[in-house]
């Protein structure tokens, strides 16, 4: 009873108020008595929608810049795109999470530093940098490889003591079950 009583209410409470229709008209007749001012021109359709257009263009076209700073190996040190390769392969080293990902990743960097070294060359440029670069690059590599063969050391560590626990508990159940064995007969 108490909902019919709350659905009646809120009918009514709607049928007191002006309609959309009487709202509509009432609108358009104040836009006409009311003086209009000229918006400024950063104000119009046209500038926003333009505005709209040029974000979407160099978004797209900075996807394939990226793209491209990225797997060329003609993007080096001395040129404007090398920051763009730059902050793309530490967000890919970011993500690279085991030791065996952080390994790969890290010869391939240090594959397309040779590249870069070798596209230099032809350009006559200072490789200095270059070299430190990929040394440092190496040793990274061998801390890597060293930590990778710690934790397989480890792990193998363990499971030969889990191996001689289960050998040992199998031979101490065969032993149990001989004497049980004996004891019936």
Same mark, same amino acid.
């Given at each position: 009873?108490?909902l ?9 409470r ?6 959309f229709l ?5 609108w358009?007749?104040l ?6 001012e000229?918006p400024?021109w ?8 333009s ?17 491209y ?9 001395n040129?404007?795109?090398y920051?763009v390769?730059?902050?793309i392969?530490?967000l890919?080293?970011i993500?690279k999470?085991?030791?065996v990902a952080k390994? #790969? ?5 240090i594959?397309r ?5 070798k596209?230099?060359e032809k350009?006559?440029h200072?490789?200095?940098k270059?070299?430190e670069?990929i040394?440092?690059?190496e040793?990274?590599?061998k801390? #890597? ?13 363990k499971? #030969? ?18 004497d ?6």
């Open positions: 009873m108490k019919k009583i709350f659905y009646n209410l809120w009918k009514a709607r049928s007191f108020g002006p309609s009487f709202k509509s008209d009432l358009r007749e836009e006409k008595s009311l003086p209009r000229k400024f950063y104000q119009q359709v046209w500038f926003r929608w505005v709209v257009g040029a974000a979407c263009f160099l978004v797209v076209s900075g996807f394939g810049t990226g793209v700073a990225y797997n060329s190996p003609e993007v080096t040190e040129t404007p795109l920051v390769k730059q902050v392969e530490k890919e080293e993500t999470v085991s030791p390994e #790969e990743f890290l010869r391939k960097v594959s530093r040779e590249a870069e070294k596209v230099m350009r006559g200072a490789l200095k270059v070299e670069r040394n440092k690059l040793d990274r590599l801390i #890597e490889k060293k930590q990778l063969n710690n934790k397989r050391d480890n792990i193998l560590e499971n #030969e003591v889990e191996d001689k626990k289960s050998e040992k508990s199998a031979l101490d159940h065969e032993k149990k079950s001989e049980s064995g004996r004891d019936k007969k």
